[in-house]
């Protein structure tokens, strides 16, 4: 008998139909002989419903009580599945993040957990009863109700899938599964049926919106074997296992991008040890999450640094460069530019194929496209462009690596 | 520096704007010097709509998932009124039932509180923050969250003000004050400056219907000083006190109704020993609220018993009643009348004042309203009449005792 955690996003319970429809799911995976625990999110847009009268409410939010304000989202949804379940013969016993166990930090509206102690989990499954447990949400080290973060549902689903040493985790969303780009695009975007959790990871760190990345790296650390699918059509989806594609598998597996960064480029910066780290330190610091970071050859004891933040921090960041901390280092210059976009291949394959890159770079050229900065990693090269020729280099990059379906 | 619960209902927080009026009312009182405690209900209609998608989702409505539903209405409006407090530049902190130390039975949907250990409440007191504590919740011996019904956050406010030891509990409402009738019937009703405990206790249980009579009898057990006022006007309203009223007071205080019940009468009853005990031992097992009793003189060794239950259950009663284990006690017959009203006439003067519930009477039978039952406690009369007669009686009663506005 398999235990299977099954994760349904907001529009996947964004209704009392759509309850029952899942309620009917749950039922028939017990027929066939599996023990389902259950991860809920909010219903529908809930969570944005609960932003915006917050905000109509008060223009101070503090983090602990937008906290306690979100979570009752999930817990309202956690609460009606159980009834929806009971209407399907299906016993079940809805959990909050602390009644499953979630011990998080105190970080607020983004809080890491530290320990999971799923025992009333462990013993709702061991009396024959669907543990359906609150998504995103858990109990700090304070005693205070904490929220994951959006897409934090994914999060709880691989973390508990991993503690109750689940055979197998599936993420039930509104897509049927992970694309080698993104369908809205690229119309010849493949469905893939496997992908590494290397490339996964890779995939959603470049904008990929689902699974959210978090989970994903918990599901990479642990091991947590996956499968992405769709709570609408409810056809197989996406397989994320850990082995290497094998021979028939193409080099490059998915194109991505994100339209979310902004570049910065700091011009003229003193060449010496200890500039790069205390200019860095400093936006971390502040907060500010630097992806790519590009470092130009010296010219005469002098270099250019580039490097993205998203562009909701754009502000933040020139702010903090702009400071009297930082004043000493001499910059000559600082320019910003909303207007890029990135695009990625990503691929295990690519590691024992020298040339990818280039084939890459002349993709882009063939086209007139031109890269403002590159990155690679062991499975991945990203360029920064133009962000309004991006969806234009994701189809060309799309057809060059023979991605396109036939 | 006072201590004060102070506790606000559904239709005082039922918006962003009354959220915001609501906490600068509590920084008034705070720079008046008071130690304020809030307690606060679900917004506006919320805890009917919860009701109402649950009923949308499933036929199976668990009261465990039921509780865990509605009680997130209550958390989220705790969450924004802290919100709305900062922004008025109070420092404030969320409780739910559980985190404010409400300990409960694990009777669902109607749960009552055990014990309140209120450590983190008056933790953040010493830390001059003010406490916002879900209204009508708490956690089970079973650690499941409970509910303690509709009205239940009164509860919450009496019990917790008992436990702080508070100077003061105050009950925000959508009225000004407890009325010496229903002013919607007489517009004559005049408010009363105060009663006292066992006056309102008695007019709760008669159809007065705020504040919940629970909180009533919990602020009557421990004598807790209780201001019932409007979060609308904000003018003083209704002290409940434990002194009897002066000479200056009428010996009747108020005049109420309650059409809710309806009326059983039990035929030819054997009159021996026993017969009663086991008729309502039987309902009260079926958990049937029987209200008034009467059982009239017995004529040849039978009897008739009349009694009033809640109309909702009504024909559970009657189906208790129809069933094999009463069977051999032999009525002749049941019949039961849904068109009855409740009046009753309330003051603690009354116990020293013969003939008042003659003038009672004689004041019905002087408007044509023939009189079906009658209940007396030491400080209440009420009588059974007809329904549809029941506000024409309020009226009559209500000049009668002198005790309509000039």
Redesign the interface.
Known sequence: MAVVVQKFGGTSVAD?DR??TVADHVARCRRRGDQVVLVISAMGKETDD?LR??E???????G???D??I???E??A???M???L??ADVP???F?GS?AGFLTDTNHRNAKILEITPD?VIEALAEGIVPVVAGSQGVSTD?D?TFLGRGGSDTTAVALAHTLNADLCELYTDVSGVFSTDPRVVSAATKMQSITFDELLEMTATGCPKPAMRSVEVAHNYQVPLHIRSAFTWEPGTLVVQEEPGMEQPIIRAVTHDLSESKITVSDVEDRPGVSARLFRHLADGGINVDMIVQNVSDQGCTDISFTVPTEDLSAATEIMGGPELADLGFKGISTDEAVGRVSIIGAGMKSNPGVAATMFETLADNGINIGMISTSAIRVSCVIEADRAEEAVAALHTAFGLDSH
Chains 1, 2 share one sequence.
Not at 56 to 62: E, L
């Open positions: 009392p309850m029952r609960l009268m917050a109509q409410v008060s223009n101070n939010r503090p602990r009580e937008m306690m304000l979570t009752a989202g817990r309202k956690c609460a009606l159980c009834m929806a009971a209407d079940a016993r809805s909050t009644q009333r005693r109700v």
